[in-house]
């Protein structure tokens, strides 16, 4: 599918609205036109949340993300493989990507992951299946976009997968699907057990609609099923395909962290975040400064950090400074380095507005490395709440 003329003229208005008729991103059509089609054709809530994404893709180069090695390289990537296999077809330009679901220690990647760095894994794996797309759509001039397969095989049924599906990877693939909409033109979900619709009932209220109906659910084997979306010069060879290579069997169990002992490494501060309100706490950065963060959350909130030359509270003139989302409910202390990028002041916000009624807590804290590496507590100049 590519846009009609009526799309083409509100794709322009769109790139003018935000003042990007220079960006790369935006110089390819069918970048945008995915935007337009998620808010189905409403030009300003597109405009809006484009806008946000392009911010993002400077703030922290997603470019670049497809050739950070250390991400490809670390051990995360045993336990939860995606393979990004390529196109599907002589006469299609979909790229295949494919997961073995019902292989992995769910349960042991919830009780043991640090989140930051699983959702740098994925959105390089995301950003690597859109530069794909975007190549295949300059070659052909036609629409392209990811062909997900999951393999459910293996899977088992227990409250806790509910769970996760609904808590930790709705959260994951949501925030995916906030920066890449329409990018996965078809989800297939394989090797299904019996009782996949009450998960599918279960996590499809939080899916995006225009994802929804790209989801088909079979219980047919993964062979089976593949062969009749991909040609078999294009499929490895374990999926009866002709290429000598093979897809990715996921690792497990997933290594146990002492959870006790990881709490202990740090002195955490507890933040009260009342019922529907945000908690921030400023503090003044200068660029270069090499900051160590700490967080550690057993109920789910929304975390963002934001930058401001002034010193300012008005939340509208601050810069998103990172992939702001909700973050799960997850017991371990999640850790990561921040280089400073900007001087000025930056605002981490601690958000519970989706609650009615309960506050929840959040503990955390940052620490600076001096001239001689020691590392030192941060204080926040202030900490208010709006």
């Given at each position: 599918?590519?846009?009609?003329?009526?799309?083409?003229?509100?794709?322009?208005?769109?790139?003018?609205?935000?003042?990007?008729?220079?960006?790369?991103?935006?110089?390819?059509?069918?970048?945008?036109?995915?935007?337009?089609?998620?808010?189905?054709?409403?030009?300003?809530?597109?405009?809006?949340?484009?806008?946000?994404?392009?911010?993002?893709?400077?703030?922290?180069?997603?470019?670049?993300?497809?050739?950070?090695?250390?991400?490809?390289?670390?051990?995360?990537?045993?336990?939860?493989?995606?393979?990004?296999?390529?196109?599907?077809?002589?006469?299609?330009?979909?790229?295949?990507?494919?997961?073995?679901?019902?292989?992995?220690?769910?349960?042991?990647?919830?009780?043991?992951?640090?989140?930051?760095?699983?959702?740098?894994?994925?959105?390089?794996?995301?950003?690597?299946?859109?530069?794909?797309?975007?190549?295949?759509?300059?070659?052909?001039?036609r629409q392209s976009g990811g062909l997900f397969v999951m393999d459910l095989d293996g899977i088992s049924f227990s409250p806790k997968l509910i769970s996760v599906l609904t808590g930790p990877y709705r959260i994951m693939w949501g925030t995916?699907?906030?920066?890449?909409?329409?990018?996965?033109?078809?989800?297939?979900?394989?090797?299904?057990?019996?009782?996949?619709?009450?998960?599918?009932?279960?996590?499809?209220?939080?899916?995006?609609?225009?994802?929804?109906?790209?989801?088909?659910?079979?219980?047919?084997?993964?062979?089976?099923?593949?062969?009749?979306?991909?040609?078999?010069?294009?499929?490895?060879?374990?999926?009866?395909?002709?290429?000598?290579?093979?897809?990715?069997?996921?690792?497990?169990?997933?290594?146990?962290?002492?959870?006790?002992?990881?709490?202990?490494?740090?002195?955490?501060?507890?933040?009260?975040?009342?019922?529907?309100?945000?908690?921030?706490?400023?503090?003044?950065?200068?660029?270069?400064?090499?900051?160590?963060?700490?967080?550690?959350?057993?109920?789910?909130?929304?975390?963002?950090?934001?930058?401001?030359?002034?010193?300012?509270?008005?939340?509208?003139?601050?810069?998103?400074?990172?992939?702001?989302?909700?973050?799960?409910?997850?017991?371990?202390?999640?850790?990561?380095?921040?280089?400073?990028?900007?001087?000025?002041?930056y605002f981490i916000r601690y958000g519970n507005h989706n609650s009615w009624y309960f506050s929840t807590t959040v503990n955390t804290n940052h620490f600076i490395y001096n001239e001689n590496g020691e590392k030192i507590a941060l204080t926040?100049?202030?900490?208010?709440?709006?």
């Amino acid at each position: 599918m590519s846009p009609n003329p009526k799309e083409k003229e509100a794709i322009l208005r769109i790139i003018d609205s935000i003042d990007a008729r220079d960006d790369d991103y935006c110089a390819h059509e069918f970048n945008v036109y995915r935007w337009l089609v998620a808010y189905g054709n409403n030009e300003e809530e597109a405009a809006k949340a484009l806008k946000r994404h392009l911010n993002i893709r400077k703030t922290i180069d997603l470019n670049s993300f497809v050739d950070r090695v250390e991400l490809e390289e670390d051990e995360l990537n045993k336990y939860v493989p995606i393979d990004v296999i390529g196109q599907n077809h002589p006469d299609e330009n979909k790229v295949l990507m494919f997961e073995r679901t019902g292989k992995i220690d769910i349960s042991g990647l919830v009780d043991n992951v640090l989140m930051h760095k699983f959702m740098q894994i994925k959105l390089k794996m995301m950003e690597s299946v859109h530069q794909k797309v975007v190549e295949a759509e300059r070659k052909t001039g036609r629409q392209s976009g990811g062909l997900f397969v999951m393999d459910l095989d293996g899977i088992s049924f227990s409250p806790k997968l509910i769970s996760v599906l609904t808590g930790p990877y709705r959260i994951m693939w949501g925030t995916l699907f906030d920066h890449y909409p329409q990018l996965l033109q078809k989800i297939i979900i394989v090797n299904a057990p019996s009782f996949v619709n009450v998960l599918h009932q279960a996590c499809s209220p939080f899916l995006p609609d225009d994802y929804k109906e790209k989801i088909v659910i079979t219980s047919e084997s993964a062979v089976d099923a593949i062969q009749k979306h991909v040609d078999k010069g294009f499929l490895p060879s374990d999926l009866g395909g002709e290429m000598e290579r093979k897809t990715s069997l996921p690792s497990a169990p997933f290594p146990k962290m002492n959870k006790k002992e990881e709490k202990e490494k740090v002195n955490l501060v507890a933040i009260s975040v009342p019922a529907g309100k945000y908690v921030i706490q400023k503090f003044e950065w200068k660029k270069g400064d090499e900051i160590e963060f700490f967080l550690n959350n057993e109920s789910s909130f929304h975390y963002f950090m934001f930058h401001s030359e002034e010193d300012t509270k008005d939340m509208e003139s601050w810069r998103e400074m990172t992939v702001g989302c909700e973050r799960p409910a997850l017991s371990q202390v999640d850790s990561w380095k921040y280089t400073v990028p900007l001087d000025g002041f930056y605002f981490i916000r601690y958000g519970n507005h989706n609650s009615w009624y309960f506050s929840t807590t959040v503990n955390t804290n940052h620490f600076i490395y001096n001239e001689n590496g020691e590392k030192i507590a941060l204080t926040p100049i202030e900490t208010f709440t709006i």
